[in-house]
């Protein structure tokens, strides 16, 4: 069972910068997909970004394409994402997901197995 708790959340004005960190606490994190999926209020859970087991291939939401990258570290069981550009409608409880059985990059939350609790980001304007 793997455990995923997030960091890095906060309160930010647009156009400014965060880095979310998501650590996994189990021995299989460098063998399978992780993503990044978040849910405004009101609104339902939506991908934001998802990563290879290796790190080489990355998938994005158009809605964050070329603001955001995600990125692991294998030797320290940690994805990460970069937010630049916040905007007030990237305001949401952003959550860390792992697969336990693909090691492919996909944006669909049905293919994430383990999810970490969240963490929020409110982006003002």
């Known amino acids: 069972q793997e455990e995923l708790v997030e960091s890095g959340g906060g309160l930010v004005q647009a156009g400014d910068s965060l880095r979310l960190s998501c650590v996994a606490s189990?021995?299989?994190?460098?063998?399978?997909?992780m993503a990044w999926f978040r849910q405004a209020p009101g609104k339902d859970r939506e991908f934001v970004a998802a990563?290879?087991?290796?790190?080489?291939?990355?998938r994005y939401a158009d809605s964050v394409k070329d603001r955001f990258t995600i990125s692991r570290d294998n030797a320290e069981n940690t994805l990460f994402l970069s937010m630049n550009s916040l905007k007030p409608e990237d305001t949401a409880v952003y959550y860390c997901?792992?697969?336990?059985?693909?090691?492919?990059?996909?944006?669909?939350?049905?293919?994430?197995?383990?999810w970490g609790q969240g963490t929020q980001v409110t982006v003002s304007s």
């Open positions: 997901a792992q697969s336990k059985h693909s090691g492919s990059a996909n944006y669909q939350w049905s293919q994430y197995d383990y």
């Open positions: 189990g021995p299989a994190f460098s063998a399978y997909a």
């Open positions: 990563i290879s087991w290796s790190g080489d291939h990355t």
